[in-house]
């Protein structure tokens, strides 16, 4: 047996597997974020242990037996956030998570300076460690003068698990600390920032061993001894091994609290100018491309709140035909905006309102706009010589088929549907732990699933669409010259 842990913003989803890579059992713990100003996203890491050990609880009193059977775990999770410890390993502060936006004239000075760009091929974006801890300098002086480590949030899990500091190279990838083609930690760019290598956790692959977990925790949760810990990976990088997106031009789009579109290259090629990040991937001599926009479920979430309705029941009173673009448009910057803006202070609008605006018509805009958004992804990519065919869609989004209807006609490309199961970041996770205790052929570990559905565009609509997403693409500079 395998498990896999993803330490998500919103909750902790533990994935048990068998050898053949079946799930057998999963359980989630959910967590809360705080805002403690506009723009900031905390959460304190002492939650993540509580939800990782709530989540193995419940594996535990339904799958006792089959979970004393586990060799091997895997770590999977969000990225970017900065987990800063004393030189006792305690946390200092709450952990500033990926889509807190305070460190944007931090992040702007960094990637001022060209090694950053030269180095990492990526834009600094404020939801990078690196600039968080240049804000923590100037801001919070002593946190900074009593920090000894600083953690990504699935390696403090990992700490309380093994002991061990330790990363692997996707996670890694997003601090703007990495060299990138080299897949090593950069002197220059931690010197940067006033930080060192003994700052910095060991790393390694995903699918490499980093250590074992604690004896007490195996006897307590009735496992063996000698179970190992995986490398693990970032929460995109995990969820590519999950669906099987490993082999280079595999690519997936992610409708989760963020929203992503990823693909796998063999090569390190670099655009940052396109506010594309290219990244380490989870497995050995590969790495990925992905845009990012950092409100795709969030922008539906939120809406579902306002309208005291649940995000659910919103998508399926549009039923399953597409229809043409709304006549209300919606910009899905609630938390800033990654690729292509790299505007951490943009924000999210209603344009087009009118008296027969209701519910249904502020659902259709905002999974439009959610879809502008990634075909602005989409084009990101291209301008980085990433052209896509072809992708499967995962994530909580991925329930709504006239969403997905919708993203394949925007983007102008099919979107197959995997059959019924788990494809996640936890099941990611899972996978990495199989490779890491037994030295499987990762990509035999990594399958792609069966499919179950496929969407294509509409193609009666693609023109009214692609006309819709140039007037809405006009929508962003007008309302950031009005700010």
């Keep these: 047996m395998y498990l896999g842990i993803d330490i998500g913003t919103s909750g902790v989803k533990a994935v048990l597997i068998d050898g053949n890579g079946v799930p057998v059992a999963s359980a989630n713990a959910e967590l809360s974020v705080s805002r403690p100003q506009s723009g900031w996203s905390e959460q304190p890491p002492a939650d993540w242990v509580a939800a990782t050990e709530a989540a193995i609880g419940a594996l535990r009193a339904t799958k006792a037996r089959d979970l004393s059977g586990v060799r091997g775990i895997g770590l999977s999770g969000q990225m970017h956030g900065a ?11 709450p952990a500033i998570l990926w889509n807190d936006g305070r460190a944007a004239a931090e992040a702007a000075e960094l990637d001022a300076q060209p090694i950053f760009r030269a180095i990492t091929g990526n834009i600094v974006f404020p939801g990078f460690t690196a600039p968080k801890l240049v804000w ?3 801001h919070e002086p002593d946190v900074f003068r009593a920090m000894r480590r600083v953690l990504l949030p699935k390696d403090y899990v990992r700490l309380w698990l093994s002991g061990d500091h330790a990363s692997d190279m996707s996670d890694a990838s997003g601090t703007a600390w990495l060299d990138i083609a080299g897949r090593k930690w950069s002197d220059a760019l931690l010197a940067a920032t006033g930080m060192s290598v003994a700052n910095m956790p060991t790393l390694y692959e995903g699918t490499a061993p980093t250590g074992v977990l604690r004896r007490d925790l195996a006897r307590g949760w009735g496992m063996g001894d000698g179970v190992v810990i995986a490398g693990g990976a970032g929460d995109n990088a995990a969820s590519a091994c999950g669906i099987g997106a490993v082999q280079p031009g595999s690519a997936f789009v992610s409708l989760g609290t963020s929203g992503v579109l990823f693909t796998t290259i063999g ?7 396109s506010a594309v990040h290219t990244f380490c991937h989870a497995l050995p001599a590969t790495w990925h491309q992905m845009g990012v926009i950092l409100s795709a479920t969030a922008s539906l979430e939120w809406l579902a709140g306002v309208t005291g309705r649940h995000s659910a029941d919103l998508t399926q009173r549009l039923g399953d035909d597409l229809e043409g673009p709304s006549r209300v448009r919606f910009l899905p910057y609630l938390s800033g905006e990654r690729t292509p803006h790299n505007d951490a202070s943009a924000r999210g609008a209603f344009v087009g309102l009118d008296h027969g605006s209701d ?4 659902t259709r805009a905002v999974l439009e706009g959610v879809a502008f958004a990634l075909r602005d992804n989409l084009d990101a990519l291209a301008e980085a010589d990433t052209r896509l065919t072809r992708i499967v869609a995962v994530g909580g989004g991925s329930r709504s088929p006239y969403w997905l209807k919708l993203i394949a006609t925007v983007l102008g490309i099919p979107i197959d549907l995997p059959a019924q199961g788990e494809f996640g970041a936890a099941m990611g996770a899972a996978r990495l732990g199989h490779i890491a205790a037994t030295g499987a052929d990762p990509a035999a570990v990594c399958a792609p699933p069966s499919i179950a559905a496929t969407f294509d565009p509409e193609p009666t609509l693609v023109p009214a669409f692609l006309d819709a997403h140039a007037r809405w693409r006009a929508l962003y500079p007008a309302l950031k010259e009005a700010q």
């Design 83 to 93: 987990t800063v410890l004393d030189a006792s390993d305690r946390p200092l502060r």
């Design 267 to 273: 090569r390190f090629s670099p655009n940052a100018a």
């Design 136 to 138: 923590l300098a100037r």
């Design 359 to 362: 519910v249904d018509t502020l």
